[in-house]
């Protein structure tokens, strides 16, 4: 579940920033299906659903002897989803030149 969750809320937090955010443009939009599942309520409501487990896990079983550990592969898993965004950030870059 550490590994998973900056995947979960991260898309979340993505699809509902583009949803919402003024200069996004959804008709015509190649990602249009992609932004409004990412920014559903269903979608979102599943999110809650992990996030609430997630921490109901964490208080059960991850005490302090555990923190450490849980949170490098908290850190590892945030990094990694941020460079598989970075690098299509960076094709988008090199294919608009």
């Given at each position: 579940?550490?590994?998973?969750m900056?995947?979960?809320?991260g898309y979340a937090?993505?699809?509902?920033?583009?949803?919402?955010?003024p200069?996004?443009?959804?008709?015509?939009?190649?990602?249009?299906?992609?932004?409004?599942?990412?920014?559903?309520?269903?979608?979102?409501?599943?999110?809650?659903?992990a996030?609430?487990?997630?921490e109901?896990q964490?208080?059960q079983r991850?005490g302090?002897?555990?923190?450490?550990?849980l949170?490098?592969?908290?850190?590892?898993?945030?990094?990694?989803?941020?460079?598989?965004w970075?690098?299509?950030?960076?094709?988008?870059?090199?294919?608009?030149?």
């Amino acid at each position: 579940m550490t590994a998973l969750m900056p995947c979960v809320a991260g898309y979340a937090e993505i699809g509902l920033t583009l949803l919402h955010h003024p200069a996004t443009v959804i008709a015509d939009n190649p990602y249009a299906a992609w932004i409004q599942n990412y920014g559903d309520a269903d979608y979102l409501a599943g999110v809650r659903a992990a996030l609430n487990l997630f921490e109901n896990q964490a208080r059960q079983r991850a005490g302090a002897e555990r923190f450490d550990r849980l949170a490098t592969i908290f850190t590892t898993a945030t990094r990694l989803e941020s460079a598989f965004w970075q690098m299509g950030l960076n094709q988008s870059l090199t294919a608009s030149r």
